[in-house]
């Protein structure tokens, strides 16, 4: 069963704490991304990843940094936390365009 | 980013009824997809639509892609308890890159 897992469900942080969310993919995807979901928002694109140690800027990636030193592991890096990242994250990998994005469960986090 | 827009946001209808769900962009997209999110997991693919014009079933679940790929709808005919979630439209814009665009999700909720 192909499978993204994160490392955590849930989280809490406090404000100016360094937070990492860690997502490991076993599909051998090239592609990886991550996601913030806020309630009427939708799903923000933050950074994703198209190769090991290459990455590009979503639409929201101020305050948050990434990290692909392996294919299959993908980080998201808080430097310094804030309440308004207060979110669920989500991890996705695919293959390429046109094809099914794999989903992690999520990470709930809360900056206290 | 180009934006999908979809609607309606909210949807609460009894067992047995029908639905539909929009998704609209003024962009052109090499493809769309839907994805069904339950709380507290990531979304899951249901289908992805290719070609203009293309109809795509799935039991009682009706996909269409638009003529000129701009927009897409999920039909549910004799809706279940069980089809309540979150339904999100998601696209690969063309002529770009490998990350997805969503829309801000539709949250179902179907009473028995």
């Known amino acids: 069963d192909v499978k993204v897992t994160q490392s955590s469900r849930y989280l809490v942080k406090r404000t100016g704490e360094k937070v990492f969310l860690e997502c490991v993919q076993d599909m051998d995807h090239e592609n990886m991304f991550w996601y913030r979901q806020d309630p009427g928002l939708g799903l923000r694109l933050i950074y994703f990843?198209?190769?090991?140690?290459?990455?590009e800027k979503g639409d929201i990636p101020e305050g948050y940094s990434v990290s692909r030193e392996k294919k299959e592991r993908f980080s998201l890096i808080l430097e310094s936390a804030s309440t308004n990242q207060t979110s669920m994250y989500l991890c996705?990998?695919?293959?390429?365009?046109?094809?099914?994005?794999?989903f992690g469960q999520g990470t709930r986090l809360t900056v206290v | 980013t180009q934006l999908l827009e979809q609607s309606p946001q909210f949807l609460s209808i009894q067992e047995g009824e029908n639905l539909t769900v929009y998704c609209n962009s003024s962009?052109?997209?090499?493809?769309l997809q839907w994805y069904r999110q339950e709380p507290g997991e990531g979304p899951v693919l249901l289908v992805t639509?290719?070609?203009?014009?293309e109809v795509k079933k799935l039991k009682r679940l009706t996909f269409q892609f638009g003529d000129a790929r701009k927009d897409s709808s999920l039909h549910i005919t004799a809706a279940q308890p069980g089809d309540t979630g979150l339904y999100l439209c998601?696209?690969?814009?063309?002529?770009?890159?490998?990350?997805?665009?969503f829309g801000k999700g539709t949250s179902l909720l179907v009473t028995p």
């Open positions: 996705a990998s695919r293959w390429t365009v046109n094809t099914e994005a794999f």
């Open positions: 962009s052109v997209f090499s493809s």
């Open positions: 639509v290719v070609t203009g014009g």
């Open positions: 990843s198209y190769d090991v140690k290459m990455k």
């Open positions: 998601a696209g690969d814009p063309a002529n770009s890159g490998y990350a997805l665009n």
